[in-house]
Every structure is written in C-alpha cells, then in structure tokens.
C-alpha cells in the first residue's frame, strides 16, 4: 500500500460561513510523489487520524494567532487567524512527535512548527523590515518565481532540493524569528529572511517559507521536495509495519 499523507486543511469565512479547504495542488503534488492525501479537518478529532498516516503535511493559509507564541498584538493587520486551525495543528505536531512521524511544513506549516517548538514570528515584515528591498507577499501568480534562495550545503533541505540557490515564489507576510532549540536555519533570501528550517537528526523534520506545490510539474527542487519527503513516509511506514499492533 503506497504511505498516507496527512495535510492540514485552511480555515477561513466564506460568504459568512467557515469553511476548511485546501488548495488542489498540495493534494496533486502528494499524489504524483506516490502517497495517498487523507485531509485533517480542524478539529481535535483529526489527531487520532495521524495513526493511519507515514507523514503530516502543514500547509499554507492565513497568519498565525501571535498569543500562540506568546507576542502581544502589535497593530498588525491579521489575515485569517483561525483559533481552530491553530489548535488543530499544534495538537497534530505534539501527536506526531509521539508517533515519530516524518513532518514537512510549508509557508504556515513551517512557521506553525517553529511556533510549536518554542519558536517566534515577526508579525508583519513590512512593518519590522521596512528595509527589505524584497516583496515577500508577490503579486505575480502561484506558478511565478519571485526572488532567491540560499540553502546551507551540508543541510537536508540542500539534499532534499538537490540545489543551493533557485528561484522560488513567495506569499507571506510573516516569518520566522526566533528558533526553537535544536532547530537550525538552513535557508535564507537575500534580505535574510528564514525560508527553510530544519531539526538535524534521523527524523524528518523540515520546513521551507516558499510554496513549492505550486512549483513542483516545472521544477526540480520542488518536486524533489514532495518526493523526499514522501521517501521519507515510505521508511515510516515500512518500519511501522515491523512492529505488531501498529500495523494496518
Ligand atoms: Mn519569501
């Protein structure tokens, strides 16, 4: 049986209703790296799904409640704060732990990681980096690459991309700050924004700022994202099924 993926779902209002939804390419890119997509409605009850799954997949959406890192609002303009969505995921990365899933964060997921680990967010980069001759939030579409990034060579994330520098999109207005111990920044724009992290060590635990389910049909390291990753459920799932009791 090929890996299941579990992907984390958006929360938002439309037409005055919420809704969780999710972009059809996150489930698309999981499909072609050879997994099977099993979406986690944001509710708690999702956490007892992750026992079915090799892997999570976090995934983009609105920003990140600040009181979920400890940081007071500071006048920055929300955009699609769900305490829900923010339960929902915090829980499904302590329930991962547990399991010793594989994790693979993207744009939110990763800075949603980074906040469950102890980590912090600048709330609006505009407003704390009014330097930064870069556009983080781009105008171009999904598909568009926009700006750079560096990768560290001796990290995972390098391995995984099979490159140090490419172009990637980019669609946020927040970022990570502080680090959480034992985690390590592997890739930076070049106005020194975090866009990739990661936690050194045998578990798979990675995360990039860019949006590469948008990228993967056209672009190598992209796709070479999704399939390491989705690699990385596979020795998950092939070492759960060693053990009596935990296999499906
Ligand atoms: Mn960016």
């Given at each position: 049986?090929?890996?299941?993926?579990?992907?984390?779902?958006?929360?938002?209002?439309?037409?005055?209703?919420?809704?969780?939804?999710?972009?059809?390419?996150?489930?698309?890119?999981?499909?072609?790296?050879?997994?099977?997509?099993?979406?986690?409605?944001?509710?708690?009850?999702?956490?007892?799904?992750?026992?079915?799954?090799?892997?999570?997949?976090?995934?983009?959406?609105?920003?990140?409640?600040?009181?979920?890192?400890?940081?007071?609002?500071?006048?920055?303009?929300w955009s699609g704060v769900s305490p829900d969505r923010d339960r929902t995921e915090l829980a499904l990365i302590a329930a991962a732990d547990h399991l010793n899933l594989?994790?693979?964060?993207?744009?939110?997921?990763?800075?949603?990681?980074?906040?469950?680990?102890?980590?912090?967010?600048?709330?609006?980069?505009?407003?704390?980096?009014?330097?930064?001759?870069?556009?983080?939030?781009?105008?171009?579409?999904?598909?568009?690459?926009?700006?750079?990034?560096?990768?560290?060579?001796?990290?995972?994330?390098?391995?995984?991309?099979?490159?140090?520098?490419?172009?990637?999109?980019?669609?946020?207005?927040?970022?990570?700050?502080?680090?959480?111990?034992?985690?390590?920044?592997?890739?930076?724009?070049?106005?020194?924004?975090?866009?990739?992290?990661?936690?050194?060590?045998?578990?798979?635990?990675?995360?990039?700022?860019?949006?590469p389910e948008d990228l993967a049909t056209a672009h190598q390291p992209a796709q070479q994202l999704f399939e390491k990753f989705v690699e990385a459920c596979l020795a998950?799932?092939?070492?759960?099924?060693?053990?009596?009791?935990?296999?499906r």
């Amino acid at each position: 049986m090929k890996p299941i993926v579990g992907i984390s779902m958006s929360r938002e209002a439309a037409e005055g209703y919420p809704r969780d939804f999710l972009r059809a390419t996150y489930i698309e890119a999981v499909r072609r790296a050879g997994a099977v997509p099993l979406l986690l409605a944001n509710c708690d009850e999702s956490v007892s799904l992750l026992e079915l799954c090799d892997g999570l997949l976090l995934t983009g959406g609105g920003d990140v409640d600040p009181t979920t890192f400890g940081a007071a609002d500071d006048g920055t303009e929300w955009s699609g704060v769900s305490p829900d969505r923010d339960r929902t995921e915090l829980a499904l990365i302590a329930a991962a732990d547990h399991l010793n899933l594989p994790v693979f964060g993207i744009c939110r997921g990763m800075q949603v990681m980074a906040v469950a680990y102890g980590g912090t967010l600048i709330q609006d980069i505009p407003r704390r980096r009014p330097d930064s001759a870069l556009h983080h939030s781009q105008k171009e579409s999904r598909e568009r690459v926009t700006h750079s990034v560096d990768l560290e060579p001796d990290s995972r994330a390098a391995e995984v991309a099979g490159n140090t520098h490419f172009e990637v999109n980019s669609f946020h207005h927040q970022a990570v700050d502080r680090m959480p111990d034992g985690w390590r920044v592997v890739g930076r724009a070049s106005d020194q924004m975090v866009e990739a992290i990661e936690r050194p060590g045998e578990r798979y635990l990675l995360g990039v700022q860019w949006h590469p389910e948008d990228l993967a049909t056209a672009h190598q390291p992209a796709q070479q994202l999704f399939e390491k990753f989705v690699e990385a459920c596979l020795a998950y799932q092939a070492g759960r099924e060693q053990h009596v009791g935990r296999s499906r």
